[in-house]
């Protein structure tokens, strides 16, 4: 091969692999899924209805409901979450904590977020990041007071709405 092929040959292939490497590298890829409040469930005998999410019909005691989450991406934590409420009551707060557990049920890492005042308006409370451990699970619990005496006999419930979790992937 002549030199001047030799040099053509050699300045295309570095201008290519310049090129390959300013290339922008796609973002860590994220895993998110959302689910309906309907997923909830009392901790314990408590009936609750459900009609947009999961809420507290007990005028006389609030409870702890516990939201499942699927984790299919392996040794990798949660990039994000939040859950969407409803807080009907002007005494309590809807408080919300997401766990990440070893399976032997311990809690490698958690956040609490609470709402904020009365207000029949969906609030959104947001969570950072968590770490996870090989085989571990995810799961989110949830205070929700009790029912609130509203015009006509009724009442006004505080419950879920939805919650979304982001793993790393």
């Known amino acids: 091969m002549n030199t001047n092929v030799k040099h ?11 090129m390959a490497l300013l290339e922008p ?13 309907t997923m909830c469930r ?5 009936a609750a209805k459900f009609f947009v999410g999961s809420s507290n ?3 006389n005691s609030g409870y702890f409901i516990t939201c499942p989450v699927v984790r299919d991406s392996v040794n990798t934590g949660i990039n994000s979450a939040s859950i969407t409420v ?25 956040s609490r977020r609470t709402s904020s005042g009365t207000n029949s308006a969906p609030q959104t409370l947001q969570f950072g990041s968590l770490s996870a451990v090989s085989g571990g699970f995810y799961y989110i619990t949830c205070w929700i007071p009790k ?4 015009g006509s006999g009724g009442f006004n419930y505080s419950r879920i709405v939805s919650y979304r979790v982001n793993e790393k992937d």
């Open 8 to 18: 053509i040959v050699t300045r295309t292939l570095g201008s290519l692999v310049a």
């Open 25 to 37: 590298q796609p973002a860590a890829a994220e895993d998110a899924k959302t689910y309906p409040g």
């Open 42 to 46: 009392p901790y314990i005998g408590k």
């Open 57 to 59: 019909t007990d005028p």
């Open 86 to 110: 409803v807080d009907n009551s002007p005494v309590e707060n809807v408080e919300c904590e997401l766990f990440s557990a070893r399976p032997d049920t311990i809690t490698v890492a958690s």
């Open 147 to 150: 029912a609130q005496p509203a």
